[in-house]
């Protein structure tokens, strides 16, 4: 009920094509869902955010979409660079102020 | 711009013993949050205070752990007796606190070797 579902587990996507993670959740009370993008040897830092009133928020090359009826979200990076090259992580956050379930992570590599 | 800092940034210790991990969040944040990350496995919540008491804790969050907030800067978790499946990163994590859901700013980690 708590989990949130994250795949694929690892990506490799050419440089200038599209990355698209996708995650699952079943607990109807998450509200908030952020994606987390972490560097090795750094801590997750905020990439996008969305809340479920709206079914896509796009923030330059970055877009969630979300599917409330389906329970799913998805990020899209478009024009994939090799800087983008990171470890993604979705999250569902029940309510403001409140500990963030993190999905299992997706390694993304972007080749030249 | 501001940010979560975390000391000492890797800590290596003997099973058994004590640890004390420590983090300084942003100045003007209320909630503040402890995770692990084993390795290569997904970040989870440990811990989260405010108002100098614990506000949720998970059920990774046993008596062995306590957490903190010595003055008015600092935050801290403590293991007591650590185990070795106690090795992990350890992000600490903040946010302002308000009514509508806010970013939490993470931390660079403490990684933990317990040998």
């Known amino acids: 009920q708590q989990q949130v579902k994250q795949s694929p587990q690892s990506l490799i996507v050419q440089k200038g094509g599209i990355s698209i993670i996708n995650c699952a959740y079943e607990?109807?009370?998450?509200?908030?869902f952020p994606w987390y993008q972490q560097f090795p040897g750094k801590g997750p830092a905020l990439l996008i955010a969305?809340?479920?009133?709206?079914s896509e928020k796009k923030e330059g090359r970055f877009t969630i979409s979300f599917n409330k009826s389906a329970k799913q979200f998805s990020l899209h990076i478009m024009d994939s660079q090799p800087g983008d090259s990171a470890t993604y992580f979705c999250?569902?956050?029940?309510?403001?102020?409140?500990?963030?379930?993190f999905g299992k992570g997706t390694r993304l590599s972007v080749i030249a | 711009e501001p940010e979560v800092t975390q000391t000492p940034s890797h800590q290596v210790t003997q099973m058994g013993q004590e640890v004390i991990l420590r983090c300084v969040p942003i100045?003007?944040?209320?909630?503040f949050y402890w995770y692990r990350q084993i390795l290569g496995q997904k970040v989870e919540f440990l811990v989260s205070?405010?108002?100098?008491?614990?506000?949720?804790k998970s059920e990774i969050f046993d008596d062995q752990f306590s957490v903190e907030r010595p003055d008015g800067s600092n935050f801290t978790l403590k293991i007591r007796s650590t185990k070795l499946e106690d090795s992990a990163m350890y992000f600490c994590?903040?946010?302002?606190?308000?009514?509508?859901?806010?970013?939490?700013?993470f931390g660079p980690g403490t990684r933990l070797t317990v040998l």
């Open positions: 999250a569902a956050e029940a309510s403001g102020n409140t500990p963030l379930v």
């Open positions: 607990n109807t009370a998450f509200d908030y």
């Open positions: 969305i809340r479920p009133d709206v």
């Open positions: 100045s003007n944040h209320l909630y």
């Open positions: 205070f405010y108002n100098n008491e614990i506000s949720e």
């Open positions: 994590a903040s946010n302002e606190g308000g009514w509508s859901y806010n970013e939490q700013f």
